[in-house]
């Protein structure tokens, strides 16, 4: 499985973003797609994940209510909607994948895109 993540940029406070991460490769059956950030001197943290066919996701405490995680299957892409963005949201915006549930931990991810910045500022 191949990712490629894209759609980072710089956003004012309150505004909104959305990232993709386009999979290639087995993307079916358990295939489980997430999204991590690393924020600039703090560990990598889990954001969200979604099951490929649908049936769960899954949201960190720190941006539920303002983020969406979404796929188009058809063009085997998973997208990232971040809302009421706060500086606190800047990051490196990694996907990630698995197969098996949407857990929110880093090291069950077997496979990893190479990152989007998304930078929040005035």
């Known amino acids: 499985v191949q990712l490629q993540a894209s759609g980072g940029g710089l956003v004012q406070p309150g505004g909104s973003l959305r990232v993709s991460c386009a999979a290639s490769?087995?993307?079916?059956?358990?295939?489980?797609m997430g999204w991590f950030r690393q924020a600039p001197g703090k560990e990598r943290e889990f954001v969200a994940a979604m099951a490929w066919n649908g049936e769960s996701t899954s949201y960190a405490d720190s941006v539920k209510g303002r983020c969406t995680i979404s796929r188009d299957n058809a063009e085997n892409t998973v997208f990232l909607q971040l809302n009421s963005l706060v500086p606190e949201d800047t990051a490196v915006y990694y996907c990630?994948?698995?197969?098996?549930?949407?857990?929110?931990?880093?090291?069950?991810?077997?496979?990893w895109g190479q990152g989007t910045l998304v930078t929040v500022s005035s």
């Open positions: 490769g087995r993307t079916y059956g358990s295939f489980v």
């Open positions: 990630a994948a698995r197969y098996g549930r949407t857990l929110p931990f880093r090291k069950y991810y077997s496979y």
